[in-house]
């Protein structure tokens, strides 16, 4: 099922197989592909790497689809929506039905021996990104809306809120660190080539924190919301005779009920949609980096440590 | 904002007002009113509780809006939905715009000194249920479709994958044990009058666990089920010629790819959908179960336990 | 090095061996020895259960030492100490020599086949009450010392100290409501015997909740208390004329330095002492209550739960 | 209580008060002394900075004494306590009883309006060692000795404490993620002046994950150690001739007894002694760095990112 190549000719080669899960690829002028796992001896076929253009002829994006997509298909308005401006992270199953890829656009072809530092790099520049710079960037957004969302109900100085906002803080600003100390201890590699990648104990340390932080930051912004989140009816009620009146008269709080609306969309779209597990899974499933983690560790200089305060001698 | 009494006639009274997330309240033969907190002296007029009828004069029903209502009115298929036989909770802003109640139907008219304690009792009813009763048929589901869908895979011996499973039951049994304690340990409320009421200190502490622990059982489902849970396609794809034999091809797993998708598909409701903050604002904010939650306990004693470890007098 | 029978005489039998963690062993009239664990075929020297008088020929105690034995030896008055009254729990590695174990006390001798289930009966109680009752006496105790150090310091009021006051309450009664829960769905085992046996699913949540929820609690009080329940100076120095106005002017609060010390002592014991890792370990350590669990929970029923809904016929 | 000037001399001042939690200051040449919080007019008596030789006059040191205190007392041998090479950390009250300071050694006197930004640079330089520096070396010591632990017992391959290393790696190493970002992102202040100060959100961020994660770190650490890390009997027995041969048989794993108990010792100071509190209240308490942490982070910004998403216009 992974992509793999199927026949090799003078001017290039053909390739089948599926891709799951592809952020934008549908919308992307080239996509490249790399194996997805570190392969071995025998399994040639599946170590190749290539870019190929939007639409090549074989290929088929088939769109996610869910809650949201149906919502969009339907909303009149952008600002109906929950991220209105730059809208949910639409991914696809892309497959390749015997796709020509001509040889000047292939850069891996059998050198399973490369597979998986070529996938340790890709893996660590995601890692340091996805987790610990794009989802803190996330969280700016929630962070902000619950504070509009706690100031437009007059609850922003209520101990526990203040605390859910700071909360939120130190959670995002730990992964944003962790962004930073992977960029900052990143290494040239190799030496001398001018490539500098991210550390790898840092990156899927960001990773990991996000992975969890996430959830809770969700959970923290939801309880600041309030059910509103979930129950809210929708924007076009604003403008039907029959409802305006009672939306605008019980909706409202410090603010015109649509503002108050408009920041509680926002915040339905970050706690009470698929942001939870999309962030889990996003750059790899947070067990990979699990055993990423513990690869990357200096295990024996932490027991060189501990063997030398016990005074144990080997 | 708040319902309440504008007009006291001979017989019965009008009332104005908004009650925010009903759930069902649109489709219940009777909507039982009563007053949303405890009330002083100078509040009669929001002191009233009442039954009214389905759809009585002056009363709007306006309904929640959100991604996954917006799926259900474009579904060809309710097996294309995430919870297709049971749906999703459907609440409504419910509007009161002068509506007559006859006296037969009123059961509470100005007397605030009793608005605390009817609405302690409900609440305490509602919290046994809600948090440790309810959500924990609804973390049997979401187990049960977890498991499925890590045996579908053939990830179910994985040891992290047991330990996911194995945490979501226990966190969804302990909600479970606390909605049991708050039933064995109630009280017949008044002595004499043959109605019992759960335990107060028990009960809310069955609807705080329930809340954390739901995005807890969350970020488990989410975690075994994989990325797909975000990023599937349509189930119309399996009936499209030009992807469906791709679909079947590249989703089938243990099962074909029908099978793993329904079960995807379910767990996208519950994971990736409107239940974290929705459990965890159903039954009243947790901020103020914990108010409660201080109250019930009995600090006083503890304290005196304290002191005569300490051998303290006072 | 586990008990075991090294000869089987007409009169009884000779056992050798030592078991560990002996929690009061020494202090106790007879020991009641269990295997420690479910035993094959050809292990039947290990099936042996029996009870024996206190130092009888052959056994050792050998008792645990820690800082809290040493600062018990030094002390010149119990209340110097933690938990002056009932003091720490002492355990001891318990030897036995080829200790002569006479017929009339030896309840078990190779029938391996019923160790599994004699030692589930032990853990069933026990995990019940150690993790459900026992350690909620001991909240109890940990809370009532915290409200204290709270008032005898004037933060009580302060809404992170009545939140940290109301976490403890939750964490410490959803494990209480564990144990109800554990014995209002207990069984009696076997039908008709008159014995009824705690609920094996509840008593294992039990347990696991209050190994993850004791050092939550430890946390919690740690905070409450401040730096002093490290940093405080001996008791001692309450006498001794070159210190003893310091102590009195700058060690009191609410109350005179005394009390405040012993408050102050009594949360030393809890939350900078051993239990942490003996709460954690006590009746066996987490993880075999995560298999227990995983077995006791019934996942098939909750997988025919999700295939209804789901519309998943096999 | 706290130190402030009692008599202003032409040649110096008289102080008097006392300083609490004194980490090392007995055994320090010099006391550099400053304020404990942010002053206000009329406060000028307190806002006072100096320098203080060793056992000035009028200076008492009252130690800390606790559990360690006593075991350190009685050893006979310094491989028989937690932290061998190191010990615990010595703290004292700190008495000024009209102690003279000569004007050359006064920094600060009477100018209460920088008192809060003094306190501020010295909070934020200590916040970022405390918390993501200094603890991420004893959490390594931890690591360390928690995985040898596991090697002497032939564990460290079950996947529960694999992950239970990796978490704790994970936890330490987000902490020393933070400790970087705050040298990194730490500024001149004030410009020109050639010192640079590190950055205050992530000081705090540091302090704060540390206080939360080490109490993690010793959890998941007393897991995998064991019960013999809270009943672990004296060293002494090792040499004792009745109990020498038994300890020699049973405490023995893939490493003789005294090698297996040493790290089981290293192991009970950091997971069954001071350290929860200790590095929960080190460099101040917790609930004031949420407080610092809210005021450095840029609500605003965040407000206005979110408003732009939201499409709200002021």
Redesign the interface.
């Known amino acids: 099922?992974y992509v793999h190549v199927v026949q090799r000719r003078s001017d290039g080669v053909i390739v089948r197989g599926?891709k799951?899960?592809q952020s934008g690829a549908f919308a992307a002028h080239e996509t490249v592909v790399i194996p997805g796992g570190a392969l071995r001896k025998g399994e040639e076929d599946y170590g190749v790497a290539f870019a190929v253009p939007n639409s090549a002829k074989g290929i088929?994006y088939?769109?996610?689809?869910?809650?949201?997509?149906?919502?969009r298909?339907?909303a009149e308005d952008i600002?109906h929506l929950?991220?209105?401006?730059?809208g949910q992270r639409e991914?696809?199953?892309m497959?390749f039905?015997d796709v020509f890829i001509p040889n000047e656009r292939v850069f891996m072809c059998g050198e399973v021996e490369f597979s998986g530092s070529l996938i340790q790099r890709f893996a660590k520049t995601h890692r340091m990104n996805c987790g610990g710079a794009c989802k803190v960037g996330f969280a700016?957004?929630?962070?902000?809306?619950a504070?509009?969302a706690a100031e437009y109900t007059g609850t922003e100085k209520a101990?526990?809120i203040?605390?859910a906002?700071?909360n939120m803080?130190?959670i995002s600003?730990?992964s944003?660190?962790?962004a930073?100390?992977?960029a900052?201890?990143g290494k040239e590699e190799p030496p001398g080539s001018g490539v500098y990648m991210p550390d790898d104990?840092?990156g899927n340390?960001?990773k990991?924190?996000t992975a969890?932080g996430f959830?809770?930051i969700?959970?923290l912004a939801?309880?600041i919301?309030?059910?509103?989140?979930?129950?809210?009816?929708?924007f076009?009620?604003l403008k039907n005779p029959?409802?305006k009146g009672?939306?605008e008269?019980?909706?409202k709080a410090a603010v015109p009920a649509e503002?108050r609306m408009?920041?509680t969309?926002?915040l339905?779209n970050w706690?009470?949609?698929?942001?939870?597990?999309?962030t889990?899974?996003?750059a790899g499933?947070?067990?990979a980096q699990?055993i990423s983690?513990?690869r990357a560790?200096n295990?024996e200089?932490?027991?060189?440590?501990?063997?030398?305060?016990?005074?144990?001698e080997d």
Chains 1, 2, 3, 4 share one sequence.
Request: net charge positive.
């Open positions: 099922m599926a799951l899960h088929t088939i769109l996610q689809f869910n809650p949201l997509s149906a919502e298909e339907q600002f929950g991220n209105p401006q730059f991914t696809c199953l497959v039905d700016d957004i929630i962070i902000g809306a504070q509009l101990p526990h203040r605390e906002i700071t803080i130190r600003e730990a944003h660190a962790c930073i100390a992977a900052v201890k104990l840092f340390v960001a990991i924190s969890h959830w809770q969700m959970a939801g309880d919301v309030g059910g509103l989140v979930v129950t809210m009816p929708s076009k009620e029959a409802t009672y939306m008269k019980y909706l503002k408009r920041v969309k926002v339905q706690t009470a949609g698929l942001h939870g597990p999309g889990w899974h996003g499933s947070t067990q699990m983690l513990h560790a295990l200089e932490k027991k060189r440590i501990a063997k030398k305060i016990a005074g144990i």
